[in-house]
């Protein structure tokens, strides 16, 4: 996640800069060495189509090439448990900070061709004004995808994350024996495909707190969680409408 934040938080400093330089280039012209330019942005462009395709490649099935995880129990007397563990691989899925790298160069590409149709224009009719223009333009692409990039790493690092699909799932199996009933949960996301809860049970009659968790076993999203169960008389009638 911190990873990706830093993906976003750079370019969004180069495009900051970008769109400095092409308000003056507009507001004073400056000469532009077409042919020099024209080659750098040709190659500029190959790179990142190539760092596109690598990346595609990478994320395709069959090229997980390694990954592990590992789990750790404890409980206490007082009925409170946590599970901890994490797992990690090249799965892709939610993954913010492939989603950051493929993005990048997609908008490194497209800016490369903007470059390259800007200076044929400059180069055959003469629109010296187009070149700033066209970075002008490449400056608001790559600030979008930046601030994108920000927002969604950023409510992952402060834990403002949430997937209310996976919250019902697991509020749907701790409720399935008719007596216990969730009564807080949260969960939320801390890496690719890895989510944490944090969850307070009540029952008439509560069970251990490792049968609560072994009902969350088959929720792979789940590498931290926490259980805390309580004794409550009147579950049943306190949390009828939760």
């Not at 099935?61 to 129990?73: L, N, S, V």
């Not at 066209?134 to 400056?139: D, E, F, I, K």
């Not at 701790?174 to 007596?179: F, P, T, V, Y």
Request: aromatic share 6%; proline share 3%; charged share 15%.
């Amino acid at each position: 996640m911190l990873a990706a934040y830093t993906s976003g938080l750079a370019p969004a400093l180069v495009a900051l800069w970008l769109a400095v330089d092409a308000v003056q280039a507009l507001r004073a012209p400056r000469s532009i060495a077409y042919g020099e330019a024209a080659l750098v942005a040709g190659l500029g462009l190959a790179v990142n189509l190539v760092s596109a395709w690598l990346l595609m490649r990478g994320g395709q099935p069959g090229h997980d090439h390694h990954g592990h995880q590992h789990q750790h129990e404890h409980g206490h007397g007082h009925g409170h448990g946590q599970k901890k563990g994490h797992a990690h691989g090249h799965s892709h899925q939610h993954d913010h900070n492939f989603s950051a790298a493929y993005l990048h160069v997609l908008a490194d590409a497209l800016t490369s061709v903007l470059a390259l149709a800007a200076l044929a224009g400059g180069a055959w009719f003469g629109w010296g004004w187009l070149d700033p223009a066209v970075a002008l333009l490449g400056a608001v692409v790559i600030g979008r995808w930046s601030i994108s990039v920000l927002g969604h790493s950023a409510r992952a690092l402060v834990d403002a994350t949430e997937d209310p699909q996976l919250s019902q799932r697991v509020r749907e199996r701790i409720e399935a024996d008719g007596d216990a009933k969730v009564a807080d949960l949260h969960v939320w996301q801390v890496g690719p495909r890895a989510w944490c809860a944090a969850l307070s049970v009540v029952a008439d009659s509560p069970r251990p707190v490792d049968e609560y968790r072994g009902r969350l076993r088959g929720l792979g999203e789940l590498r931290n969680l926490t259980v805390e169960v309580h004794r409550c008389g009147g579950a049943q009638a306190g949390f009828s409408d939760r």
